[in-house]
């Protein structure tokens, strides 16, 4: 059986993109094959594609770290031919042929029942980042974050991550920060339900202080670097900031002085090796009480267009949520499987 997939090839020093035919047969093994209805476009596919050896390493590959879908086959009890599926992390589009194919096959316990409140195209509009940035909101609210602690602040705000946090913690009765680089963004922003906006530099201002005036009752950083420590450092007393990305760098310039002064907390978030059961119950919130209209977040792909979307996202151009329609029907630009 035959199916189209973006392929990424390791070329001399670069890496080049063409759409080709495969075949299920050369699928790496696992227990459900599913036919992938939608994908979606991650700051971590446009790493895949582009050989950050830190996600793949091993090419030809196709990449598409999520996935929505109906089973084909599975080899498990789990799972019957017709379910409605979401795969999202653990290896998918890093050293698994990922969600730009219209086929992936998987392990059963990468996968996740979809929720009956969601439709396969809404899990993708979510994706990744729509599943983490509730990830991040989950765990504050876990350590103690609630309406009326102050405002939240939310770095990267028009990306992926950031943008589904704002729409999220509004719809949730929080006052948000969003901190964002694109000056002509700032009314879609205001829509999500931010109450206030800040530029990029000012969120870098005073780096150089070992604290900042206490504004913050919580934050969802999706950059790192300085402007993470900086949201450390402005969070008031006993707060917490949930760190999950690093567009600006891995590295966080810190000292202990916030933590040992404001008794304030430094969450990590990791939505690609957290347990099935817990991704379920995440994608249960979003199904129900935290069910989201991210409709004005949406930029429709599909493995042609999704091309130019991948040097966006890495550019820190794109802005809200990128869904790939493995549907829609597209033009081969390679040959071979
Ligand atoms: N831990 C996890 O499980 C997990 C899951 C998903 C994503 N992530 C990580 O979270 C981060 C965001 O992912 P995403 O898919 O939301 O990416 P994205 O859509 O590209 O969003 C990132 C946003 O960050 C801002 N930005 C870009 N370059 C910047 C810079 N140099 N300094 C400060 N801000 C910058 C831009 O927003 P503005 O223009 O509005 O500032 C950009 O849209 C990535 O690092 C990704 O790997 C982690």
Known sequence: MSFTALRIDKSGDGFSRSIVERQVDDLPAGDVLIDVHYSSLNYKDGLSATGNPGVTRNYPHTPGIDAAGVVLECATADLDPDDAVVVTGFDLGMNTAGGYGQRIRVPAGWVVALPSGLTLHESMLLGTAGFTAALCVHKLEQAGMAPGVGPILVTGATGGVGSVAVKLLAQLGYD???VTGKAEQHELLRELGATDIISREAARDGADRPLLKEVYGGAIDTVGGEILFNAIKSLRYGCSVAACGLVDSPQIPASVLPFILRHVNLLGVD??????????????KLAGGWKLDLSALEER????????????ILAG????????????????????S
């Open 176 to 178: 948000v920060t969003a």
């Open 271 to 284: 939505s690609v090796q957290l347990p099935l059961g817990q991704k379920q119950e995440i994608w249960e």
């Open 301 to 312: 792909l599909n493995l042609e267009s999704v091309s130019g979307a991948i040097d966006r």
């Open 317 to 336: 151009k794109m802005v809200g949520r990128g869904v790939v329609d493995l549907t829609a029907s597209v033009r081969l630009t390679g040959q071979g």
